[in-house]
Each structure stands twice: as structure tokens, then as C-alpha cells.
């Protein structure tokens, strides 16, 4: 007798494709009727937009994307959307491109996040404004170097805002950062005015910027001068432990009357800088970058690197005292880079 086979029709077995008749491609469309857009907020996967033609709407982003740091997209950044741009109430955009950054401002893991994750926060920022406040609560000098390195590493101009100079002397804190040659700028209010806000203004007019700073230091109330229907929540200072409540839950970007944006962004009680290495500080010091050229490999420049240049160059009085501040700022900001970001 013959052996069956288990050819008949009734017998043989095709096992159905789970995702359909038509096989999947890697070819994607290249979307090129994508609208420009920038990227004013993020809320819960939804992205609020402002298109090229001056239209707000909202979006999505799209599968094709991906997921993950490499492909997120945040506050400040340049897409191209497709699908309805129109800003009709509940329609839906997708963001199917996201443009090359020409700036970035991470944070690296920290607070029990999970080793090696970096945080992509604010992209295409001009400038980092730095605002602490001289007094209730006190300044944290440990955390203004931290924001100095990200400000350098994210390729922005960093600026000081220092509010409450009605509490406090401004020149102390101010001292600290003399060799730095960082922008400084001082706000106090007297009754219902808030002296300085004039400079501030001109300083943003035109530019993105990014303003960041613990909670209770006034940045919201600057917001809120500086854009008149922004609308930011303000704290108060806790009387026990001398910081405020997180009043901005997520980062926004507010058009400026006058031209340009502020980002305002969340209280911040730390700053990882993980990411951040020596050379990628060295950026921010062009002077020091030129004598470091010459350090032998691998050379950490900190201030027990053997044969670093930057020694050498101070010893023999080249740089002058200008020089010796510089390096000294520069080396209490590389140790900034870890450790106790409060201090």
C-alpha cells in the first residue's frame, strides 16, 4: 500500500500571516509635503505646534519614528508634520520628521533613574538662563556650576539672572563668577515693580532661551512679566525646609512681545552631568581649550593631572591672573560635574 504523503488539499497546513496579506517594507515615504513646525510643549504624548504659517496645532508622532532618547521629540524642536494642520479643535497632526538640533541641553540618570539614560531636555536654545534668587531661598553656587557646565556642553550662552537683590547684596555671589565672564543680570522688586526686568527683556528679545531654576526663586513671576497672558503658576518658599514647590510641571515656550521665545521649564533640585567630559567642558573656555591642545592624551585637566598644560601655562606667568582665575573656575566646574548637586 502506498504511503500517504499528506499532499491532499484537505491535509496540507498554511499557516496565515499575522499581519496581513501584503508583506512588510522598509521603504518609507520621504514625506516631503511635511509642514515645518516648532515644538511649544508636550503633554501626556500629545505635542502643541506652531507651524511655519504662524498656525497652533496638535500632534502625534508617528510610529515610523521610533522609540527611545535618539528619536524623542521635545520642546524646541524643528518637525515636519503631516496629516491635518488646520488647528481645528480636535484635529490631529503626525510628526513624521524630526530636523537636526543645533543645540541641546541634556541631563544625564540621576535621583534612581537607570544608569547611562540621558534626558533630552530643551533643543535649538540660544541661550541658558540661569535664575537663583540672592536670598529666601539661599543661593546654591554647587548647583549654578552644574547648569554652567550644561549651558557649555549644550553649545549655549549661559546667562546669570539673580533675583531678590532687595534681600541681599548681589557682589558676593557675583564675585564668584567674575572670571568667567558670564552675562549677569540683577532683579529686585520694590512695591509692585520689578527693577532690572528692563535689561532682561532686551537680553531675551530675539533669542530662544531657556530659563531654568529652583523652585522659589522667582522665575515664574519673571515669566509671567516677561509674557503677560502666560499665566505661570507661583510658589512660595517652605519656611522649614527653605525651598519651594514645583509650580511649572513641564517645560512650554512662550512667544516674547517683542520677538524670540522663553522656555520656561519645571524647578529643578538636580542636575545629572554624567554625560559631560573634560573636553566637552573645554568647549566653553576657548583660552583654555588652546593651551590644552598641547596636555598628553587621555588628560583629565584636573588639578592632580600629571604634565597638564594648563599648569604649565599658569607657572609661567603667561596667563596672568586672568589666566590663574580662569583655570581655577574652570577646574571648580569640572569637579562640579558630580557629587551633591545641593551643595
Keep these: ?17 499575522p499581519r496581513g496579506n501584503r508583506p512588510r517594507t522598509k521603504n518609507r515615504p520621504d514625506h516631503a509635503d511635511a509642514v515645518g513646525a516648532m515644538v511649544l510643549g508636550v503633554d501626556r504624548g500629545r505635542y502643541h505646534l506652531l507651524t511655519d ?9 508617528a510610529r515610523e519614528l521610533g522609540r527611545g532618547a535618539r528619536t524623542a521629540v521635545v520642546v524646541g524642536d524643528r518637525v515636519g508634520v503631516v496629516g491635518d494642520v488646520s488647528g481645528r479643535k ?34 535649538n536654545a540660544d541661550q541658558l538662563v540661569i535664575v537663583t534668587a540672592l536670598a529666601d531661598p539661599e543661593p546654591r553656587p554647587r548647583m549654578v556650576d552644574r547648569t554652567l ?19 541681599a547684596d548681589p557682589g558676593p555671589f557675583l564675585a564668584q563668577y567674575e572670571a568667567l565672564d558670564v552675562t549677569a543680570l540683577v532683579t529686585s522688586i520694590v ?8 535689561a532682561l527683556r532686551d537680553r531675551l528679545t530675539g533669542r530662544v532661551s531657556v530659563l531654568i531654576g529652583h523652585s522659589g526663586v522667582g522665575k515664574s513671576t519673571l515669566v509671567n512679566a516677561l509674557v503677560p497672558d502666560a499665566f505661570r503658576a507661583t510658589g512660595v518658599v517652605n519656611v522649614v525646609t527653605g525651598r519651594g514647590r514645583h509650580t511649572s510641571s513641564s517645560a512650554v515656550a512662550l512667544p516674547l ?17 554624567s554625560h559631560v567630559g573634560a573636553d566637552d567642558l573645554l568647549r566653553g573656555f576657548a583660552d583654555l581649550a ?18 597638564c598644560a594648563l599648569d604649565e601655562w599658569v607657572r609661567s606667568g603667561s596667563a596672568g591672573d586672568a589666566g590663574r582665575a580662569r583655570l581655577d573656575s574652570f577646574r571648580r566646574l569640572l569637579a ?8
Excluded at 504659517?53 to 508622532?61: A, I, L, P, Q
Excluded at 503626525?94 to 533643543?123: H, K, M, Y
Excluded at 562640579?336 to 551643595?343: D, L, P, Y
Aim: contains cysteine.
Design 1 to 17: 500500500m502506498a504511503r500517504d504523503t499528506g499532499t491532499d488539499d484537505d491535509r496540507v497546513r498554511v499557516r496565515p500571516n
Design 149 to 167: 557646565v550644561a549651558a557649555y556642553d549644550a553649545g549655549m550662552e549661559p546667562v546669570l539672572c539673580l533675583t531678590k537683590a532687595d534681600l
Design 191 to 198: 512695591g509692585d515693580e520689578i527693577r532690572g526686568l528692563d
Design 90 to 123: 480636535d484635529s490631529l497632526a503626525r510628526i513624521v520628521r524630526l530636523e537636526d538640533r543645533t543645540a541641546v541641553l541634556r541631563r544625564s540618570a540621576e535621583d534612581g533613574d537607570a544608569p547611562g539614560v540621558e534626558r533630552v531636555i530643551v533643543a
Design 336 to 343: 562640579a560635574r558630580s557629587g551633591a548637586a545641593e551643595a
Design 290 to 307: 588652546q593651551v590644552a591642545a598641547q596636555c598628553p592624551r587621555g588628560c583629565s585637566h584636573a588639578e592632580d593631572a600629571p604634565d
Design 257 to 273: 512681545p517683542g520677538g524670540g521665545w522663553a522656555i520656561d521649564t519645571p524647578g529643578v533640585r538636580s542636575f545629572g552631568l
Design 53 to 61: 504659517d504662524g498656525t497652533r496645532v496638535t500632534g502625534m508622532k
